[in-house]
């Protein structure tokens, strides 16, 4: 299993990005797919989900704000993350459950400027 996540950057409080995380090696479509955040000393944070069937969640942090989706041909799924504030610093992660393992992406580093 092969997670390559992208798309971080730099961007202003009030601007946007999307993160891409392209999944190998499992079957796309059974899998529910995560986004998590680290920021340094802390631990991961559940920021979205999307199950195989579509069905969405959110934490309170960024409901409203970020949306998760998925396109199964291309075997990614995507976090668009709209009125960014500093607080949303951190490295994002994508994440699996597959067979009993959880499989992470490597990171990809949000940065928020005031």
């Known amino acids: 299993v092969q997670l390559q996540a992208s798309g971080g950057g730099l961007v202003q409080a009030g601007g946007s990005l999307r993160l891409s995380c392209a999944a190998s090696?499992?079957?796309?479509?059974?899998?529910?797919m995560n986004w998590y955040r680290q920021t340094q000393g802390n631990e991961r944070e559940l920021v979205a989900t999307?199950?195989?069937?579509?069905?969405?969640d959110y934490s309170n942090s960024v409901k409203g704000r970020f949306t998760i989706s998925r396109i199964y041909a291309r075997r990614t799924v995507y976090l668009q993350m709209n009125s960014l504030i500093p607080e949303d610093t951190a490295v994002y992660y994508c994440?699996?459950?597959?067979?009993?393992?959880?499989?992470w992406g490597q990171g990809t580093q949000v940065t928020v400027s005031s």
């Open positions: 090696g499992l079957n796309f479509r059974i899998n529910t």
């Open positions: 994440n699996t459950p597959y067979r009993g393992v959880d499989w």
């Open positions: 999307i199950t195989a069937e579509g069905s969405t």
